[in-house]
Protein backbone atom coordinates (compact mmCIF):
# COMPACT_ATOMS: atom_id res chain seq x y z
CA UNK A 1 0.00 0.00 0.00
CA UNK A 2 1.24 3.79 0.30
CA UNK A 3 1.57 3.53 3.94
CA UNK A 4 1.90 2.03 6.54
CA UNK A 5 -1.59 0.96 8.17
CA UNK A 6 -2.47 -0.27 11.39
CA UNK A 7 -5.86 -1.63 12.41
CA UNK A 8 -7.84 -1.32 14.60
CA UNK A 9 -6.97 2.21 15.09
CA UNK A 10 -8.85 2.19 18.73
CA UNK A 11 -9.24 -0.78 21.09
CA UNK A 12 -11.14 -0.66 24.22
CA UNK A 13 -10.92 -4.01 26.15
CA UNK A 14 -11.47 -5.81 29.82
CA UNK A 15 -8.63 -6.77 31.37
CA UNK A 16 -7.70 -10.22 30.91
CA UNK A 17 -9.00 -10.30 27.15
CA UNK A 18 -6.69 -11.11 24.33
CA UNK A 19 -6.10 -8.31 21.66
CA UNK A 20 -4.38 -8.26 18.47
CA UNK A 21 -2.88 -5.82 16.49
CA UNK A 22 -2.37 -5.95 12.61
CA UNK A 23 -0.07 -3.82 10.80
CA UNK A 24 -0.22 -3.39 7.14
CA UNK A 25 3.36 -2.48 6.17
CA UNK A 26 4.41 -0.40 2.82
CA UNK A 27 4.32 -3.09 -0.11
CA UNK A 28 7.66 -4.22 -0.65
CA UNK A 29 9.29 -2.89 2.79
CA UNK A 30 12.23 -5.47 4.36
CA UNK A 31 11.98 -4.71 7.44
CA UNK A 32 8.97 -4.04 10.56
CA UNK A 33 9.07 -2.49 13.67
CA UNK A 34 6.81 -2.55 16.91
CA UNK A 35 6.93 0.27 19.31
CA UNK A 36 4.92 1.19 22.27
CA UNK A 37 4.43 4.72 23.29
CA UNK A 38 2.89 5.39 26.69
CA UNK A 39 1.41 9.03 27.46
CA UNK A 40 3.81 11.32 27.84
CA UNK A 41 6.55 9.08 26.81
CA UNK A 42 8.55 7.98 23.51
CA UNK A 43 7.92 5.30 21.54
CA UNK A 44 9.64 2.43 22.84
CA UNK A 45 11.19 -0.58 21.11
CA UNK A 46 8.98 -3.83 21.36
CA UNK A 47 10.47 -6.10 18.44
CA UNK A 48 11.23 -5.80 14.83
CA UNK A 49 11.25 -8.12 11.89
CA UNK A 50 13.04 -8.74 8.57
CA UNK A 51 10.80 -10.21 6.08
CA UNK A 52 9.37 -13.20 8.44
CA UNK A 53 12.56 -13.28 10.72
CA UNK A 54 12.24 -11.91 14.53
CA UNK A 55 15.40 -10.29 14.25
CA UNK A 56 14.89 -8.90 18.11
CA UNK A 57 12.57 -9.19 20.48
CA UNK A 58 14.04 -8.00 23.48
CA UNK A 59 11.49 -4.89 24.05
CA UNK A 60 8.68 -7.15 24.34
CA UNK A 61 7.86 -6.13 28.41
CA UNK A 62 6.82 -9.71 29.09
CA UNK A 63 5.99 -13.31 28.13
CA UNK A 64 2.19 -11.88 27.44
CA UNK A 65 3.59 -10.30 24.51
CA UNK A 66 3.99 -11.91 21.16
CA UNK A 67 4.49 -10.96 17.84
CA UNK A 68 4.94 -12.69 13.89
CA UNK A 69 5.59 -12.05 10.43
CA UNK A 70 4.78 -15.50 8.99
CA UNK A 71 4.83 -14.55 5.33
CA UNK A 72 7.10 -11.73 5.71
CA UNK A 73 4.38 -8.77 4.90
CA UNK A 74 1.35 -8.39 7.57
CA UNK A 75 2.67 -8.67 10.81
CA UNK A 76 0.23 -9.01 14.13
CA UNK A 77 1.41 -8.13 18.02
CA UNK A 78 -0.90 -10.06 20.36
CA UNK A 79 -1.22 -9.19 23.75
CA UNK A 80 -2.62 -12.33 25.75
CA UNK A 81 -4.30 -11.76 29.52
CA UNK A 82 -4.70 -7.45 29.16
CA UNK A 83 -3.82 -5.73 31.89
CA UNK A 84 -4.31 -1.93 32.33
CA UNK A 85 -1.09 -0.99 32.44
CA UNK A 86 -0.99 -2.42 28.83
CA UNK A 87 -2.91 0.47 27.69
CA UNK A 88 -0.96 2.78 25.19
CA UNK A 89 -0.62 3.37 21.30
CA UNK A 90 1.52 0.56 19.55
CA UNK A 91 2.93 2.05 16.66
CA UNK A 92 4.49 -0.19 13.47
CA UNK A 93 7.03 1.38 11.08
CA UNK A 94 8.01 0.03 7.89
CA UNK A 95 11.67 0.05 5.90
CA UNK A 96 12.70 -0.79 2.62
CA UNK A 97 16.14 -1.97 4.02
CA UNK A 98 16.81 -4.70 6.22
CA UNK A 99 19.34 -5.64 8.64
CA UNK A 100 22.83 -4.68 8.75
CA UNK A 101 21.92 -1.63 6.14
CA UNK A 102 20.89 0.92 9.28
CA UNK A 103 23.68 3.40 7.37
CA UNK A 104 21.09 4.82 5.02
CA UNK A 105 17.92 3.20 6.92
CA UNK A 106 14.63 5.35 7.55
CA UNK A 107 11.50 4.17 9.23
CA UNK A 108 7.69 5.39 8.03
CA UNK A 109 5.33 4.86 10.53
CA UNK A 110 1.49 4.31 10.73
CA UNK A 111 -1.29 5.75 12.65
CA UNK A 112 -0.99 3.15 15.11
CA UNK A 113 -3.53 1.27 17.31
CA UNK A 114 -4.44 3.03 20.83
CA UNK A 115 -5.16 0.07 23.29
CA UNK A 116 -7.21 1.32 26.21
CA UNK A 117 -7.34 -1.94 29.10
CA UNK A 118 -10.44 -1.14 31.51
CA UNK B 1 22.52 1.53 26.64
CA UNK B 2 20.99 3.62 24.03
CA UNK B 3 19.09 6.89 25.30
CA UNK B 4 17.88 10.31 24.21
CA UNK B 5 17.41 13.15 26.31
CA UNK B 6 15.04 15.68 25.11
CA UNK B 7 14.01 18.84 27.65
CA UNK B 8 11.64 21.51 28.32
CA UNK B 9 8.72 18.87 27.37
CA UNK B 10 6.23 21.96 26.91
CA UNK B 11 7.11 24.80 25.06
CA UNK B 12 4.53 27.68 24.30
CA UNK B 13 5.62 30.83 22.03
CA UNK B 14 3.93 33.09 19.58
CA UNK B 15 3.57 33.04 15.62
CA UNK B 16 7.04 34.34 14.48
CA UNK B 17 8.93 33.59 17.18
CA UNK B 18 12.19 31.25 17.13
CA UNK B 19 12.23 27.61 18.18
CA UNK B 20 15.07 25.87 19.21
CA UNK B 21 14.44 21.83 21.06
CA UNK B 22 17.27 20.38 22.52
CA UNK B 23 18.28 16.49 21.95
CA UNK B 24 21.13 14.60 23.49
CA UNK B 25 21.89 11.33 22.99
CA UNK B 26 23.78 8.86 24.54
CA UNK B 27 25.93 6.03 23.08
CA UNK B 28 29.87 5.63 22.69
CA UNK B 29 29.77 5.13 18.27
CA UNK B 30 28.58 6.34 15.19
CA UNK B 31 25.11 7.12 15.25
CA UNK B 32 21.84 8.46 13.09
CA UNK B 33 19.78 10.76 14.06
CA UNK B 34 16.20 11.83 13.26
CA UNK B 35 13.47 14.44 14.54
CA UNK B 36 10.24 12.94 13.81
CA UNK B 37 7.22 15.28 14.01
CA UNK B 38 3.63 14.69 14.69
CA UNK B 39 1.04 16.92 14.58
CA UNK B 40 -2.47 16.72 15.93
CA UNK B 41 -4.32 14.07 14.85
CA UNK B 42 -1.60 12.59 12.66
CA UNK B 43 1.24 9.84 12.52
CA UNK B 44 4.57 10.15 13.46
CA UNK B 45 6.13 11.66 10.01
CA UNK B 46 10.07 12.15 9.54
CA UNK B 47 11.22 15.68 9.70
CA UNK B 48 14.72 15.68 8.84
CA UNK B 49 18.02 12.96 9.05
CA UNK B 50 21.70 13.17 9.27
CA UNK B 51 23.31 10.03 8.44
CA UNK B 52 26.67 12.03 7.55
CA UNK B 53 28.38 15.08 5.73
CA UNK B 54 27.24 18.41 6.21
CA UNK B 55 26.24 18.28 10.47
CA UNK B 56 23.84 21.31 9.65
CA UNK B 57 20.62 19.06 7.68
CA UNK B 58 17.64 20.88 6.26
CA UNK B 59 14.17 19.21 6.42
CA UNK B 60 10.85 20.24 5.56
CA UNK B 61 8.78 23.59 6.44
CA UNK B 62 12.22 25.44 7.29
CA UNK B 63 13.28 23.05 9.87
CA UNK B 64 17.04 22.72 10.41
CA UNK B 65 18.85 21.11 12.91
CA UNK B 66 22.68 20.88 13.44
CA UNK B 67 25.19 17.54 14.77
CA UNK B 68 27.54 18.19 17.29
CA UNK B 69 29.43 15.19 18.13
CA UNK B 70 32.04 16.83 20.83
CA UNK B 71 28.25 17.68 22.63
CA UNK B 72 26.06 14.38 21.56
CA UNK B 73 23.97 17.21 20.29
CA UNK B 74 21.24 17.19 17.77
CA UNK B 75 19.27 20.54 18.68
CA UNK B 76 15.99 21.45 16.37
CA UNK B 77 15.83 24.73 15.00
CA UNK B 78 13.05 27.23 13.06
CA UNK B 79 14.10 30.61 13.01
CA UNK B 80 9.98 31.59 12.63
CA UNK B 81 7.39 29.41 13.86
CA UNK B 82 3.81 29.28 12.45
CA UNK B 83 0.57 27.76 14.32
CA UNK B 84 1.21 25.19 12.02
CA UNK B 85 3.93 24.05 13.70
CA UNK B 86 1.99 23.36 16.58
CA UNK B 87 3.09 19.29 17.10
CA UNK B 88 4.63 17.16 19.23
CA UNK B 89 8.72 16.97 18.56
CA UNK B 90 11.12 13.27 18.97
CA UNK B 91 14.65 13.13 18.67
CA UNK B 92 15.47 9.58 17.74
CA UNK B 93 18.80 7.92 16.57
CA UNK B 94 20.31 4.49 15.85
CA UNK B 95 23.90 3.44 16.10
CA UNK B 96 24.73 2.96 12.40
CA UNK B 97 26.67 -0.60 12.66
CA UNK B 98 24.53 -1.44 15.11
CA UNK B 99 21.22 -2.94 16.54
CA UNK B 100 18.94 -1.62 14.73
CA UNK B 101 16.67 -0.35 17.06
CA UNK B 102 15.78 3.28 16.69
CA UNK B 103 15.67 5.25 20.46
CA UNK B 104 13.62 7.98 21.15
CA UNK B 105 13.56 10.42 23.61
CA UNK B 106 10.21 11.43 25.59
CA UNK B 107 9.46 14.07 23.04
CA UNK B 108 8.75 18.32 23.35
CA UNK B 109 4.91 19.17 23.01
CA UNK B 110 5.33 22.97 20.98
CA UNK B 111 1.80 24.68 20.83
CA UNK B 112 2.42 27.96 18.80
CA UNK B 113 -0.32 31.08 19.38
CA UNK B 114 -1.85 32.93 16.78
Known amino acids: GAGVSQSPRYKVTKRGQDVALRCDPISGHVSLYWYRQALGQGPEFLTY????????KSGLPNDRFSAERPEGSISTLTIQRTEQRDSAMYRCASSSLGRGNSGANVLTFGAGSRLTVL | AQSVSQHNHHVILSEAASLELGCNYSYGGTVNLFWYVQYPGQHLQLLLKYFSGDPLVKGIKGFEAEFIKSKFSFNLRKPSVQWSDTAEYFC????????????FGKGNQVVVIP
Open chain 2, 92 to 103: AFWPRYGNNRLA
Open chain 1, 49 to 56: FNYEAQQD
